[in-house]
């Protein structure tokens, strides 16, 4: 009997314990009063966070779902990833990193979007983008990271030749195109990165010297040869068509 006592006397202090938390979590005293950004905040600031993600944080210092906060942190519109960690007793600290556009990305979908430093898709509004000179990237959309490492392979390598990239595209049947900043376009067939890298090595390092000796400007080049590549030149100045 003294053994049963004292167990339904334990259990009913730990309810009383338990009723009490609960009442002491839900004081005022706990709701979230505050959000303090940290991190690569350009695009955005407490305001504007606030009003994109505070209608969707539910909950008090105890019982915030922190998922669910980074979740609702992250919808908002140039927010690559969040870090949410509560801040006795009623705050709240949010690590921002924000996408860092380095492409517009025309894909499946038909609509422009853009493509961030880590080779990701994101939706954004694109009037916001400040920097004029983006290239396009084009594909489908698993294969934005391909693009985009691909990119930053051929770009300094066709600085050699004082051009650079305006468009990169792969097909659905992974089939490569680019355009440069003249509006030069080279087919470069398929293969792995490597593989196309190497044929617009070789293609740099004697394209000039077969333009000069033909004193024209090529305006399209094909690499999908084994042992070389197709030029075609520009017409000479003054020439028509007949």
Do not use: C
């Not at 019982?63 to 942190?73: G, I, N, S, Y």
């Not at 509004?125 to 990271?145: K, Y």
């Amino acid at each position: 009997m003294d053994m049963t006592a004292r167990v339904v006397m334990v259990l009913m202090l730990l309810l009383v314990l338990a009723g009490a938390a609960l009442w002491l979590a839900g004081r005022p005293f706990f709701a979230l009063s505050s959000i303090r950004l940290e991190g690569d905040v350009v695009r955005n600031n407490e305001v504007t966070v606030r009003a994109n993600a505070a209608p969707r944080l539910a909950g008090n210092y105890f019982t915030l779902d922190l998922d669910a906060a980074r979740a609702a942190f992250e919808a908002v519109p140039w927010v690559r990833h969040a870090v949410v960690q509560r801040i006795w007793p009623n705050k709240l600290v949010v690590r921002l990193e924000e996408h860092r556009p380095v492409a517009l990305w025309r894909g499946d979908e038909g609509n422009d979007r853009l493509v961030n430093s880590h080779g990701e898709i994101f939706e954004a509004n694109v009037g916001d983008v400040e920097d004029d000179s983006l290239p396009t990237f084009g594909g489908q959309d698993q294969d934005a990271a391909a693009v985009w490492a691909l990119y930053q392979r051929l770009n300094p390598l066709l600085a050699r030749i004082d051009r650079s990239l305006d468009k990169l595209n792969v097909s659905e049947r992974g089939s490569w195109t680019m355009t440069l900043d003249n509006a030069a376009s080279i087919d470069m067939g398929r293969g792995s990165e490597d593989e196309l890298f190497a044929r617009v090595e070789r293609f740099v390092a004697s394209v000039r010297q077969v333009a000069s000796r033909q004193q024209r400007a090529w305006d399209h080049a094909d690499l999908r040869h084994a042992d070389g590549y197709a030029l075609r030149l520009r017409a000479p100045l003054g020439a028509t068509n007949d």
